[in-house]
């Protein structure tokens, strides 16, 4: 089926503004997770959400930054007033299960939203 | 703290020739280890993933775990110029579902 998917793909935003991006795992997959990676560097963890569990946001950076997500299907993640190093490539991943190890945890990632804020 | 580190780059071999990348990790704990190609501008895209000791081959790749010296290694063979990318190593660390990632390890294949 199709792949992950998320919108937009580059968002350009004023310091100070609020952002939201979107993020459609792979159809069955029931943990979805959201990565950052700032220019040149590697990928940090933000949050995971495995169904009906509480998330793990043990990776978000600050409190201006959340993420929602609908049962086992889209997930948003807000930035609120967004500052110059929120500017990244944030990536959305999704796997068949959420159990360290073994098969069916392999994660696939989207396209990701390139972020500039100004 | 948990870590993971690759050899650092850039790699660059001759078209047809073995590329050899290695990773090795903090937790002796951890349980999946996974390899990821990024070209310039794009998203990772998963190319292998390893749970056991040993060795795994897919076509021209093939992963090496061992364990006891907490290292994965990715060797390419016969490298193509479309190998030429950006290699990450992610490894999850123990009961944890996360991927930490190395820095990532650039190769490029030289026709």
């Known amino acids: 089926g199709a792949g992950v998917s998320q919108s937009p793909s580059n968002k350009v935003t004023e310091k100070g503004k609020d952002v939201e991006l979107r993020c459609d795992p792979i159809s069955g997959h029931t943990a979805l997770y959201w990565y950052r990676q700032r220019l040149g560097q590697g990928l940090e963890f933000l949050i995971y959400f495995q169904g009906n569990s509480a998330p793990d946001k043990s990776g978000l950076p600050s409190d201006r930054f959340s993420a929602e997500r609908t049962g086992e299907s889209v997930s948003t993640l807000t930035i609120q007033r967004t500052q110059q190093e929120d500017s990244a490539v944030y990536l959305c991943?999704?796997?068949?299960?959420?159990?360290?190890?073994?098969?069916?945890?392999?994660?696939?990632f989207g396209p990701g939203t390139r972020l500039t804020v100004l | 703290q948990k870590e993971v580190e690759q050899n650092s780059g850039p790699l660059s071999v001759p078209e047809g020739a073995i590329a050899s990348l290695n990773c090795t990790y903090s937790d002796r704990g951890s349980q999946s280890f996974f390899w990821y190609r990024q070209y310039s501008g794009k998203s990772p895209e998963l190319i292998m993933f390893?749970?056991?000791?040993g060795d795994k081959e897919d076509g021209r790749f093939t992963a090496q775990l061992n364990k006891a010296s907490q290292y994965v290694s990715l060797l390419i063979r016969d490298s193509q110029p479309s190998d030429s990318a950006t290699y990450l190593c992610a490894v999850s660390f123990s009961n944890d579902y996360k991927l930490s990632f190395g820095a990532g390890t650039t190769v490029t294949v030289r026709a």
């Open positions: 390893i749970y056991s000791n």
């Open positions: 991943a999704s796997s068949l299960i959420g159990l360290a190890g073994g098969r069916g945890s392999e994660q696939f």
